[in-house]
T-cell receptor, first 113, second 113 residues
Framework: SQQGEEDPQALSIQEGENATMNCSYK?????LQWYRQNSGRGLVHLIL?????REKHSGRLRVTLDTSKKSSSLLITASRAADTASYFC?????????????FGEGTQLTVNP | NAGVTQTPKFRVLKTGQSMTLLCAQD?????MYWYRQDPGMGLRLIHY???????AKGEVPDGYNVSRLKKQNFLLGLESAAPSQTSVYFC????????????FGPGTRLTVT
């Protein structure tokens, strides 16, 4: 079964608004990663947060991690039409598991111009 | 650098036929992965490899075989294709050691009729 569950499944906003996506997972992790997938393309890595970190920023992206609740959120500020894509969280259990990633089912974000 | 490349991009098979999907990376990554993505779902791990000559099963390995004879290549084989294997297949690679992101190929869209 999938490790991560993402919420919402779909999100539609206007350009300039903020978009927040949530991810929950079930087992202990080494780190959690967020990926973006444009329609018909491969996944592109956005940001990684380690299990001992609580918040991380990269440009317009802000990710939080709460290991006690086994949850993470991705915030995209001042969204643009070009941010339209599917966003996936993925948990990494560490090197002893071959650094396998377990993906959530994704959030489809649509940013309307 | 070309990054991660996949061959072919599209393929249609009849039930019972066999084929091999090729993944190549030029980043000298130790770890390589094969995933499948079905509509509305995240990626599920089929097989992975932590080094040349080694492979291991992922979440959904049945019906697939893999080989890693060279560090830069990871092959995924379907010996007797079934309609349930209709999917988009993604290859990924990453460096060993530390929390690192995976780099994805563009995908192979496979239809089994």
């Amino acid at each position: 079964s999938q490790q991560g569950e993402e919420d919402p499944q779909a999100l539609s906003i206007q350009e300039g608004e903020n978009a927040t996506m949530n991810c929950s997972y079930k087992t202990s992790i080494n780190n959690l990663q967020w990926y973006r997938q444009n329609s018909g393309r491969g996944l592109v890595h956005l940001i990684l947060i380690r299990s001992n970190e609580r918040e991380k920023h990269s440009g317009r992206l802000r990710v939080t991690l709460d290991t006690s609740k086994k949850s993470s959120s991705l915030l995209i500020t001042a969204s643009r039409a070009a941010d339209t894509a599917s966003y996936f969280c993925a948990t990494d259990a560490g090197e002893t598991s071959g650094s396998r990633l377990t993906f959530g089912e994704g959030t489809q974000l649509t940013v309307n111009p | 650098n070309a990054g991660v490349t996949q061959t072919p991009k599209f393929r249609v098979l009849k039930t019972g036929q066999s084929m091999t999907l090729l993944c190549a990376q030029d980043m000298n990554h130790e770890y390589m992965y094969w995933y499948r993505q079905d509509p509305g779902m995240g990626l599920r791990l089929i097989h992975y490899s932590v080094g040349e000559g080694t492979t291991a099963k992922g979440e959904v390995p049945d019906g697939y075989n893999v080989s890693r004879l060279k560090k830069q290549n990871f092959l995924l084989g379907l010996e007797s294709a079934a309609p349930s294997q209709t999917s988009v297949y993604f290859c990924a690679s990453r460096l060993a050691g530390g929390p690192n992101e995976q780099y994805f190929g563009p995908g192979t869209r496979l239809t089994v009729t």
